[in-house]
């Protein structure tokens, strides 16, 4: 089993940032990918970024160019650096860890990400 914390959600004003941070710890077999997905009230889950073991990257067409996703191996940890955040950022952000050998995919359980005026 994987457990994650997660931090870093908040109010922020439109144009601002915020910096999601994510630890995973457990039963956790390499090589896996890290990312954040999002989900709006009313809306589906979706992808925002993620990143492999060997750090590639793969980001949405919404939020390319605005935020940023690294990624500590030694200490399961994944980063968003949002900037530049728009009210439709707003949403809650759930970091997720799935594995490359036999798939298993884990969510963490959310923080919310609030861009108002």
């Known amino acids: 089993q994987v457990q994650f914390v997660e931090s870093g959600g908040g109010l922020v004003q439109p144009g601002g940032s915020l910096k999601l941070s994510c630890a995973a710890s457990?039963?956790?077999?390499?090589?896996?990918?890290m990312g954040w997905y999002r989900q709006a009230p009313g809306k589906q889950r979706e992808l925002v970024a993620t990143?492999?073991?060997?750090?590639?990257?793969n980001y949405a067409d919404s939020v390319r160019g605005r935020f940023t996703i690294s990624r500590d191996n030694a200490k399961n940890t994944a980063i968003l650096q949002m900037n530049s955040l728009k009210p439709e950022d707003t949403a809650v952000y759930y970091c997720?860890?799935?594995?490359?050998?036999?798939?298993?995919?884990?969510w963490g359980q959310g923080t919310q990400v609030t861009v108002s005026s």
């Open positions: 990143i492999t073991s060997a750090r590639g990257i």
């Open positions: 997720n860890l799935r594995t490359w050998i036999g798939g298993d995919n884990y």
């Open positions: 457990g039963s956790i077999l390499s090589p896996y990918t």
